[in-house]
């Protein structure tokens, strides 16, 4: 028997119509879909793409706990690579759901370590939530040789602050908790008014402000965006 093949789907940010044309019809066909939640809520990948989910389609849940330790995370990736693996011993090709880009910060990736030495695997790229972002607030972030800083949130203050304070332009992802932490450092080294906050980009829900005026508490689907050069709001 054929092995069936494992599809890492990237969904873009949020925005349905930020799905590519090669996601979507892998979706659209689909006989096994997986994806993601998140503590036992809903799915946010599932709802980006749930318009194009065939109704008979099988759906493999995986259920990530929200932790800071990593081991519970990875048991619930070991289940869901093994539930995905039966699937695909049995000759079914299985469409796995991720938001933003499989290999930017994505969730498919730490499938993808577990399961790409047995079976075939392609990775279809999404819209990514640094691209989006940086388009929903009209923010160019680099051109001709300039460099782009791409930092994580919880990174330590000092860190932050070494980096920043050596960059051009700058990305910090997985804003949440560790807002004010970040504005803290950013105020220190005199950048606030050239730093952007965005929350889900893309989505209804939406919103764009200066770093300044960004409220203390920040979801997960956060970012700021900082650039050294012209004004980001001309």
Known sequence: MTEGVLFGVGLGPGDPDLITRKAAGLIETAQVIAYPTLAGGASLARSIAADLI???????????PMT?????????????????????????????LCEGDPFFYGSFMYLHARLSDRFQVEVIPGVTSLTACAARAGLPLVARNERLTILPGPLPEDELTRRIDGAE????????????????VIDKLGLLDRAVYIERASMPEERICPLADAPDTAPYFSMILLTKGADPWL
Not at 70 to 96: E, F, N, S, T
Not at 178 to 183: E, S
């Open 54 to 64: 065939p109704l008979n389609a099988t759906e493999i849940v995986m259920d990530v």
């Open 68 to 96: 800071t330790s990593r081991p519970p995370a990875q048991a619930a990736y070991d289940k869901g690579a093994a539930d995905i693996a039966a699937v695909l011993d049995a000759g079914k090709d299985v469409v796995c």
């Open 169 to 184: 332009s700058v990305a910090v992802l997985k804003v949440g908790r560790h807002l004010p932490k970040l504005r803290a």
